[in-house]
């Protein structure tokens, strides 16, 4: 999957930033999705810019700190379907130590085979929220607090 977030740069722009090492799990219940999981576990220091300088920026000390917090989690605490192919995820976000609630609105994009034969299922989310609420507030105004994390997201069933 894809884990993208944008900021308002002073208004001038609105950078992308990925994370390249994501692990998602999703414990699906078919018949009753809102019984159904989400586990997310990012490396904080795999952000990825496209700029190497502002990476180890972002990655040090004035930001993620990622020598003292490695890891990102999100776990899903309850799900909220709204229709065949809307609804809302909310969970517990981890980052710099701080644990806060996220909702994120998801959509149900796709299920199918995938080329391997077994059972795939593709979602796209997004969710707003305040950076400083981590204590991610460096910079603020300038860059942006409110961030929008964008999330793309293919899910295989496991070996059982």
Not at 56 to 72: C, K
Not at 127 to 136: C, E, I
Not at 149 to 160: G, L, M, R, T, Y
């Amino acid at each position: 999957g894809y884990v993208t977030f944008t900021y308002s740069y002073n208004g001038y722009s609105y950078p992308v930033i990925r994370y390249n090492d994501v692990d998602a799990t999703l414990e699906l219940d078919s018949e009753n999705p809102e019984n159904s999981s989400v586990n997310v576990s990012i490396d904080a220091a795999s952000i990825d810019t496209m700029v190497a300088k502002f990476d180890s920026h972002i990655t040090g000390e004035d930001m993620f700190n990622v020598s003292q917090f490695p890891g990102i989690t999100f776990t899903s605490t309850a799900l909220d379907q709204k229709d065949a192919a809307h609804g809302t995820m909310t969970g517990d976000l981890v980052m710099m130590g701080v644990t806060k609630p996220v909702t994120f609105d998801v959509r149900f994009n796709k299920a199918g085979d995938h080329r391997s034969g077994k059972p795939m299922a593709g979602f796209s989310a997004t969710a707003k929220l305040m950076r400083s609420d981590w204590n991610l507030g460096y910079a603020a105004p300038v860059i942006g607090d409110e961030i929008t994390i964008n999330v793309e997201a293919n899910f295989i069933k496991a070996e059982e």
